[in-house]
């Protein structure tokens, strides 16, 4: 338990370098968990314990409605007598709801107790207690929540959420524990999936669980420094931001829509003096520009031509995708379309229109593509012999 990946359960997970409190199986997953976890991160690294105010506080989150990031608090917890005759521990969350016409505003309470998004039992109760009349009081909007979620709500949080965790399961814990940073992962995906239909139990399909295969593709810096292969295939979280990323042009044209992102270059060569570790032409290739009234027509958006590094490629309708069919997409923009967009710029040495250029941007022209790749690569990468065409 202790080691598993935050977003995806996977075991042998390493900790996050500055927290230490969330644990991520891979890239992919880290940086699935980036936008909200870098909110907390820096905040729970020196949240320190030895700041307790007391040993019945404990760190609860609070999402306040008009900040632009949750917020860690020590929550008291004060020992009570109950009717039973037994003590617990009663969190003291009025002063974090405000007022309402002039009395405390009532509270409602929340009970998680499982991990919908990602189809988790969670150890412990986490509660969240709001205004019970949050909808209707002239709460605001909770922005710390919509910063957290990325926007991707569908339901209304509205007033300030206090967020902690009780020692246990079910009814009648009477202690708490420190939340920590999968326990925010949590919370958040409550957030999330709170009001979604589509997000349940039974149903593992349509939800951010699971993960399909993407391909890296590894820029310069990574071949060297790491031996990294050009094409790797890599499992990719549902809930990864790439699937909100841009499709370049030409998959759409020949039929296999993907999706790509770069990834964030990494420490060991991103101050390298060394040139090109950036370097990324089948990434860069892949973005021409196929607008016939632009001009922009056959060459590369900006963003893609310098400083690109590795980068990640999803099919859009979130099938799997192997690393020949993103190699021959590659290819088939480098080594097929280039030369003919620069005949179609009448810099090439054919003369061309863009018309004529356009009419290879077909899947049967992709198709016969991949053919002809297969049969020049499969006699020194056995991988292609059974490689077959995106469905
Ligand atoms: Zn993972
Ligand atoms: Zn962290």
């Not at 296999?256 to 032409?281: H, I, T």
């Not at 290819?331 to 004529?356: D, I, S």
């Amino acid at each position: 338990m202790a080691s598993t990946c935050t977003i995806c359960s996977s075991p042998n997970a390493k900790d996050c370098a500055r927290c230490h409190s969330a644990r991520y199986c891979s890239p992919e997953c880290q940086q699935t968990d980036w936008p909200c976890h870098r909110l907390l991160c820096s905040q729970y690294a020196t949240h320190k314990s030895s700041s307790r105010p007391s040993p019945s506080h404990y760190r609860a989150i609070l999402f306040s409605p008009k900040e632009d990031k949750p917020k860690l608090i020590w929550l008291e917890c004060k020992n009570e007598d109950s009717d039973t005759g037994g003590r617990f521990e009663m969190p003291q969350y009025r002063k974090y709801l405000g007022q309402y016409q002039g009395r405390s505003a009532s509270a409602e309470h929340k009970m998680i107790q499982k991990n919908l998004l990602r189809g988790r039992s969670l150890a412990n109760n986490l509660e969240v207690v709001c205004r019970e009349t949050f909808l209707v009081d002239g709460s605001l909007k909770n922005q710390s929540i919509i910063k957290a979620t990325q926007g991707g709500l569908y339901y209304d949080w509205r007033g300030p959420m206090l967020a902690f965790k009780e020692n246990g399961k079910g009814l009648g814990t009477t202690t708490h524990l420190d939340m920590d940073m999968q326990d925010y992962r949590d919370i958040v995906d409550y957030f999330i999936c709170y009001g979604d239909e589509t997000v349940n139990d039974s149903d593992q399909h349509h939800n951010g669980s699971g993960k399909v295969k993407g391909v890296k593709i590894s820029c310069q810096g990574d071949q060297i420094t790491f031996g990294a292969e050009k094409y790797v295939s890599v499992d990719v979280p549902r809930s990864h931001m790439v699937f909100y990323s841009g499709t370049p042009p030409i998959s759409e044209l020949v039929g296999f829509p993907v999706r790509v992102r770069k990834y964030p270059p990494d420490r060991l060569w991103k101050d390298s003096e060394e040139a090109g570790v950036y370097k990324n032409q089948a990434a860069t290739f892949l973005h021409l520009e196929t607008d016939k009234s632009s001009n922009r027509w056959g060459w590369v958006p900006m963003p893609w031509q310098n400083e690109v590094g590795s980068v990640l490629v999803v099919r859009r309708d979130g099938q799997d995708v192997t690393t020949q069919q993103v190699e021959a997409l590659c290819e088939f923009c480098q080594f097929k379309m280039q030369p003919l967009f620069e005949n179609g710029l009448g810099a090439g040495l054919v003369k061309m229109t863009r018309e004529e250029v356009m009419g290879y941007m077909t899947p049967a022209r992709f198709r016969e593509y991949f053919a002809e790749l297969r049969e020049k690569k499969m006699d020194d990468d056995a991988a292609w012999i059974t490689a077959s065409l995106p469905k």
